[in-house]
DNA sequence: AGATTACATTTTGAATTCATAATTAAGTCA
DNA sequence: TGACTTAATTATGAATTCAAAATGTAATCT
């Protein structure tokens, strides 16, 4: 009795959603920069909707944090802040441990498989400082492995907070150092999954979060130095 | 230089946001029942708005998992499933002990003694078999706790997932055996807190989790029992 | 020139309007 | 009576409208 069982629904969208779901990646992938004035009226026009659900869409953004609203003058893409990344990273190191957690109990034989390959891979991009390629499988392998939690509420907050740490390229600060150092913990954490060690695999993803804090609290110096005399203007979260 | 350190912006609220922290209170605390629908117009003449912050309120609100939006149907207060407690505590879990053990580093002295002193009010409420009371002052500890965590991110993410898990009045399952041992957890966690042994506060608080979810889905499979036969309505989260 | 005011323009917040979808009520027929 | 249509009512989604606030520009004064 498939046929019944099925999830036939036939998927209905609201418009508010649809551009949640349009905007998002436009801040996580940097199109709209942080500290950008989000134009709510192009965006209206690229999206070709009316200001109300535009204005919707903006607010369960800012929720999420990736937007921050001022009263009577719009919305502003929010900041990437040392305090910010010096607390939501614990966070998520909290929560990713969890993951490597209910994932070992809970995976099954072919996912562990498939994220070997996908470490292979990565390694692969490695050995080709392909960073790139590196990054792109790096992020597949840590989703795999929260997918492999099977646990939506978990999946939902890593993945808010994880946006809102991603959105800039950090990739372009890995230092070789910390490159192979990340590399061995990969190492580490397909060993522990295979192994099927949850305790151990938590602890290790726990570090790998700290230690990525590090990677991305060093190039946010360093942007926000080279950027110093720029950003003065008033009303922006410098 | 106080006065010019200090923060003087005056603070200007938009109504969807106004309307959310007042709606939201009326979700957790129960006076729109899970299950039920939301009832717009009524809500808006309640607080005198239009439709258009009402709707921006419900779509936040939505976002937080304290609503659930069907298109073209409207919105409509989320259950609290079997399915949702078993994933969302141990998340709750896993932050509670991260926040122990940030709190065991942040913590001011002052305000372990006044955790302290919350416990000593909660025990006698216990002493009196004070349900009501305990649950309070019970609250408190776990929020001071979380407070002294300092960290916004944590607070956030705690609070909103608490919220989905406290909207009904779990109190009235407590057992006599589950309460005590509930009392000798929090002996542990005071005693754990005054030697600022992170580690171990972590540890207590999420086993305490794990405890508080066996106690909570206890009472909801007990409800939903007894309910069995009420809510068979189309449409409906049963 | 640089600061200050007055005015025009633009943007924003929220109410209103309108088309469409869903629900309810009434009517029809077996 | 009870299932099935069809029409009336209501609720919802989204565009439009309108007042208020913010921003930008030009004119004025020191």
New binding site residues.
């Given amino acids: 009795m498939d046929a019944m069982t099925d999830t036939n629904a036939i998927e209905?969208r609201?418009?508010?959603l649809?551009l949640v779901e349009r905007i998002r990646p436009l801040i996580v992938e940097s199109q709209l920069n942080p500290g950008d004035?989000?134009?709510?009226?192009v965006l209206c026009e690229r999206f070709?909707?009316?200001?109300?659900?535009?204005?919707?869409a903006l607010k369960v953004l800012a929720a999420e944090g990736l937007v921050r609203?001022?009263?009577?003058?719009?919305?502003w893409v929010t900041l990437v802040t040392v305090e910010e990344v010096e607390e939501v990273f614990p966070v998520l190191g909290a929560l990713e441990a969890l993951s490597g957690e209910l994932a070992c109990t809970n995976i099954a034989d072919a996912e562990i498989s498939h994220i070997r390959r996908l470490h292979d891979q990565m390694m692969d991009s490695y050995r080709d400082r392909n960073l790139v390629d590196y990054f792109k499988t790096n992020q597949e392998i840590h989703r795999a492995i929260l997918l492999a939690a099977k646990n939506q509420s978990l999946t939902n907050t890593c993945q808010a907070l994880s946006a809102r740490m991603q959105r800039a390229r950090y990739a372009a600060n890995l230092s070789e150092e910390r490159w192979a150092d990340a590399v061995a913990e990969h190492e580490q954490i397909i060993r522990s999954l295979e192994a099927r060690n949850g305790r151990e695999l938590g602890q290790i993803l726990r570090q790998h979060m700290k230690n990525k804090q590090e990677s991305v609290l060093k190039w946010l110096r360093k942007t926000n130095t080279d950027q110093e005399s720029e950003c003065a203007g008033p009303?922006q979260q410098c």
């Fill in positions: 209905r609201s418009l508010h649809e004035k989000v134009p709510e009226k070709g909707v009316s200001r109300t659900p535009m204005r919707e609203l001022e009263p009577n003058r719009g919305a009303g």
